[in-house]
């Protein structure tokens, strides 16, 4: 058994059905028995991470020449010797099977959408025409942070976003509001660090003014939900609620790079 | 294949269209004169005018890298042959310099074929970059003239200038050749850099005649590209080296050749990864600078319509650091005394697919709705924080430092230290090893724990921590094997024939990868000639998708492979073989002590 | 070496295809230039039909159903013998002309389903601004019929400048008769009552026997709680928003009468 184990051919099969099984199952199941959030892994990533862990095997087992040719011999033996012929013959026999039943599946048409790959982050256009007013995003700060008092642009905010936003996006800003699965993609959860904390306040100002409908090709405008709400609310109103957004969640948003060179 | 049958017709259509098109550019003055305001573009057929021009633009760049980058090697080859004992390396470098003189014209005409394509494609564009940057065109042409005539001087006067200070000369004249190109290409970059990031004062109603010229070229992103250039070319340089020793190698049919061009291939191969582990640096500080220019274009460039680009070059450059590593695995083989450490090259394997694993992880999936339904958006809840540039850049160190170690094992194969503290400066080595992988590791985390401005610090911290352990352990290394027994000699040309298809691999993917990345660089100005100041209006204004531009890189590494093929066969015909038998002494262990010290500039 | 040559060739091109393929397998996403639509002004119908050609193709997302012709109807091309939608659309619906029926179409997809598909297609008013949605009519006209927008239906249309706070939801009627709130809020495009109806969703006929008051609420407020067996099929296509539509009063309506239908 062990010198089984120890063959190379054996041991790239391993290798890949143990990776097969930690792709496909084990970074779905295994991390929420630890409290960790996780799911299923999309068929394409999970196609790249095998096509790349077949690649490190082969390089594995063809980098000393001892390793390599014992790896071949059992495939030249089965591609020879007279005593194979079975397994020979079942190989000749599967090997097409697979080919057809992979172009089958490929070409057999479905009723599915298509995939499509939408970038969650797309890049905001320079300028924005906020009802008649051109607006330009570089550069751009809240302007309600250097007037007035926080606390009043918090409590207005506030105001602002349980009368429109809190639908959709939740009373506790994580995106599970009362409508919130009925959309594909679901709306924006504020709490997740990947969201609000990544994004210049100026950005979340064109997301708020120019809803799902403004968004460029790459964020796949015709998949979002969100009102532009330019047509609703009034500049300051977007303002105080971009600041109770940060201020609710704790989060701060990105600021400009301030270094050298500066933005034109 | 036969070189001279497969070749032969693009060629003649070469010289064909080239004849034409000098015909063209007669006849086209003087129709253009009345129709100049009408005509902003010309077309051109199956491509049209925009293909036309990437393919020209880009087939002459590939060989104006390989054209710069081969001199500043064989410069060094020479001086490593002048200043050292072995007479190989002044061999090696004469048999690089001849393959520049045939891919020199070849330059020339594609640079030839570039500029009527401009002016007779975008006349309206043409007219407006010569009205800018018409005297640096003029002195453009008068530095390819001298480079072109110390290149001639370089490579006709070896023989004759071979002895005592006379050698000297020639080194010298090797240097203002490189002084020459360097000049020249940093010339050629002001151009495109404007394009990119023209200064901030200049506005779409600037006249192009009241721009001066050196605020022009010395633009934000001039010097950034002008040194990523430079490094690149010599990545690129050493790796068409090592694929021209690989073909030699396979096609040889001695014992004798096969060693040479085994060991040539090494050295090609050697300059191109240590080249290419700086490359990350350069590539970063342009990156940065586009950021602080314009945050629009940063955000298109990373994270927009070309976000997915990424992954294709984290996925190119995984195969660049397998294809290396494995190179020199397989090359142990040939190396007495490397059998003890051929149990860690599996452990180097384990950490290199894994980086490539965390690298290539996008961090927007493509996922169909069912996917999408159960990750909560096209973000994976758990993978998505492999998406991120933390998790990337702490991959890419990591296998930066897994690729320095495949190396150093390599060179440690055969030698046994004789100094006393040899075993106490290993122990300082590994420790070095160690604590540079916890910094990396430990900023990656800490990473996610701070705000976007602060994370982008951090990858200077990873950077600078693999740096000094890089260079600490290689002087370490240097000092501990001065005078060190050896285990025996390297076996030169005893190397399987799946090695030398590594070094190919590596070469082609070189080359595509620097067709990916210039339709990056280019690809970022989006529907503008030069950004925010010249709009283009021709019908090919649109930027591609990802699989139009890489067919269109296909075509163009397909046209500069088949014409390298064949400057490399016209080199053999000059010469059968350089092949010179090493003295007998010394010889086997002078090719990695003297490449220790090249290699120490990293 | 014949061989060797030919291995040589192999790795090259397998190397250079396999990226290839790769970057053509992933979707393709290209950058567009941003055209400026003035829509409000004196605009052409010339300029509302390539405005509209660029909406289908684009942004719109029309192309993802229409023309694969297994979700939903062909415009562009021949549909059964009836010609291509600008053809065809006069004849769609009895007193209803082209530019109405298309308009309707797009702004209350459900109120007409061509018969053989489902009800799926999204309230286009929802991505789409007023003036994109007539480019959008004039656009489909244009495609085997004379295209009738003009300025005046896109002047018409646009928004009245806000102010202040408007109401997010669209204004609603006030009556509380439950079967006219059916008509209104075009349950019965898929499903049954009495005379009136289609058989695409469980008929409501007898709804009240087998199903309480809280299901009731519970499916008109969130549809894909449960599915009804046999249904499976049509799941997620009941729109989710009768909550924001429906007063608590017209849901309470509705409800109770639903549940009075033994």
Known sequence: MKSRLSHPFVQALLILAVAYLLFRFGIAYIPPLLGVKSAPVPHTVLLQYMLTVAVGVLLYVSATEDRWRAFKAPIQRVLVDPSQRLYRLALLVTVPLLAGFITYRQVRPSVEAPPNLRSIHPAPPSTITFRGKTMTLAGLENPLRKEGNLRDHVEEGRRVYYQNCVACHGDQLNGKGHFAHGFNPPPADFTDNGTIPQLTESFVFWRIAKGGRGLPKEGTPWNSAMPAWEDFLTEREIWAVIIFLYDQTGWTPRTWDTAEGGAR | ?602 | MGATNLRIAAVVLGTIGLYTVVCNAIPQVESEVPREMNLSGDVTPEQLVSAGEELFNGAGGCTACHGLGTRAPNLLTDEHGQGTIGARCGTRKPGMTCKDYLHESLVKPTAYVVPGYQPIMPDMSRTLSPAQIWALVAFLESQGGEVTVSAADVKAAAPAPAQGVAPAAPARSATTDPVALLRENTCLTCHHLGSEGTTIAPPLDHIGATRTADYIRRSILDPNADTAKGYEKVAGIMPKDFGERLSAAQLEALVRYLASRK
């Open chain 2, 1 to 602: 294949m036969t070189p001279e049958s497969r070749v032969s017709f693009p060629r003649l259509a070469g010289f064909g269209g080239l004849v034409l098109l000098m015909l063209g550019a007669v006849a086209v003055p003087a129709f253009a004169q009345q129709a100049a305001a009408a005509r902003d573009y010309g077309n051109f057929p199956l491509v049209g005018g925009r293909g036309a021009i990437w393919i020209a633009a880009e087939v002459h760049l590939m060989f104006a890298a390989f054209v710069l980058g081969v001199p500043l090697f064989a410069v060094t080859v020479e001086a490593i042959g002048i200043f050292g004992t072995d007479k190989r390396y002044d061999k090696l470098a004469k048999e690089f310099t001849r393959l520049l003189l045939i891919a020199y014209s070849a330059t020339a005409i594609w640079g030839a074929i570039l500029v009527f394509f401009l002016s007779t494609l975008y006349p309206k564009f043409w007219t407006y970059m010569s009205t800018i940057f018409h005297v640096s065109m003029w002195v453009y042409v008068g530095l390819f003239f001298f480079e072109s005539f110390t290149l001639y001087l370089y490579y006709y006067g070896w023989e004759s200038l071979k002895d005592g200070i006379r050698k000297k000369i020639h080194l010298g004249l090797g240097v203002l050749l490189n002084l020459w190109g360097t000049a020249v290409m940093f010339i050629a970059d002001s151009w495109l850099s404007y394009m990119m990031s023209p200064p901030p004062q200049v506005s779409t109603d600037t006249a192009p005649e009241t721009i001066r010229l050196w605020s022009a070229m010395a633009n934000a992103t001039w010097m950034p590209i002008n040194i990523h250039r430079l490094i690149a070319n010599v990545v690129f340089g050493g790796s068409i080296v090592g694929a021209y020793a690989a073909y030699r190698f396979l096609a040889a049919r001695t014992d004798e050749e096969r060693a040479h061009y085994d060991w040539m291939g090494y050295v090609g191969n050697f300059i191109a990864i240590s080249s290419l582990l700086i490359l990350p640096f350069a590539g970063y500080w342009l990156g940065r600078e586009i950021y602080q220019y314009d945050q629009g274009m940063g955000i298109t460039m990373m994270g927009g319509f070309m976000s997915w680009l990424w992954i294709i070059q984290a996925f190119l450059i995984g195969v660049l650091f397998l294809a290396g590593n494995y190179y020199l695995w397989v090359g142990m083989a040939r190396i007495p005394g490397a059998e003890r450490f051929t149990p860690y090259t599996r452990w180097i394997l384990g950490v290199l697919v894994l980086g490539v694993l965390v690298w290539s992880t996008p961090h927007t999936m493509i996922a169909s709705r069912a996917e999408q339904a159960a990750m909560g958006g096209s973000h994976h809840p758990l993978l998505g924080f492999l998406g991120v540039m933390s998790a990337k850049n702490t991959a890419v160190n990591l296998m930066i430092l897994s690729t320095f170690l495949s190396y150093l094992l390599y060179r440690r194969a055969n030698k046994r230290p004789s100094v006393s503290w040899a075993r106490a400066a290993t122990r300082v080595q590994a420790a070095l090893f160690a604590i540079s992988a916890a910094i990396v590791i430990f900023f990656g985390v800490y990473g996610y724990f701070v705000t976007a401005i602060v994370r982008i610090g951090f990858s200077v911290y990873q950077v600078l921590s693999v740096i000094v352990t890089i260079v600490t352990v290689l002087v370490l290394d240097v000092l501990m094997l001065r005078g060190a027994e050896s285990r025996g000699a390297i076996r030169w040309g005893q190397m399987p024939a799946r090695s030398q298809y590594a070094l190919l691999v590596l070469a082609v993917t070189f080359t595509w990868l620097m067709g990916l990345m210039g339709f990056a660089r280019s690809g970022i100005r989006q529907h503008w000639h030069v950004w925010n100041v010249m709009r283009d209006t021709s019908p090919w204004a649109a930027t591609p998708a990802l699989g139009y531009a890489s067919k269109m890189i296909s075509v163009c590494v397909l046209i500069f492979l088949a014409l390298i093929a064949i400057v490399f066969w016209l080199g053999g015909l000059v010469e059968k073989s350089t092949y010179a038998p090493p003295a007998a002494a010394g010889a086997e262990r002078a090719p990695e002590r003297e490449l220790a010290i090249a290699g120490g500039a990293d």
